[in-house]
């Protein structure tokens, strides 16, 4: 089976395709509070699955980081008006250090395409 990288760098890929399985790196955006991040978060997910020939109806497993847990209810607020109600994946979040301070979430999915 082949492998298929999206925005293939030195370090990582932005999204590996293997076979009907979509991996996406975790995804992190600028912005002045945890609703704002995670909108634009949601926004590259879907336009790194569309770009991988699926979207988030198909998704298996989301994991989420928060700086601070204090930020659930916030990031909870956007997720639930941008997740398929019919389709929700399993889902783990958790709190701990991201990769900079001015990062409060980051989220890493799985989709199935095909």
């Known amino acids: 089976m082949s492998i298929e990288r999206l925005d293939k760098g030195r370090r990582m890929s932005e999204a590996v395709i293997h076979g009907n399985t979509v991996y996406l790196a975790g995804q992190v955006a600028e912005g002045p509070d945890v609703e704002s991040q995670t909108k634009a978060v949601l926004a590259s997910i879907d336009a790194l699955l569309a770009r991988a020939g699926t979207d988030k109806s198909r998704i298996l497993t989301a994991t989420i980081w928060l700086s601070d847990i204090a930020n659930f209810a916030g990031m909870n607020s956007v997720w639930d008006a941008w997740v398929d109600q019919e ?17 409060l979430v980051e989220i890493i999915v799985v989709a199935a395409r095909g």
Not at 88 to 93: D, G, K
């Open 87 to 103: 389709n929700p994946p399993a889902r783990a979040t958790s709190e701990g250090k991201l990769a900079a301070p001015k990062f």
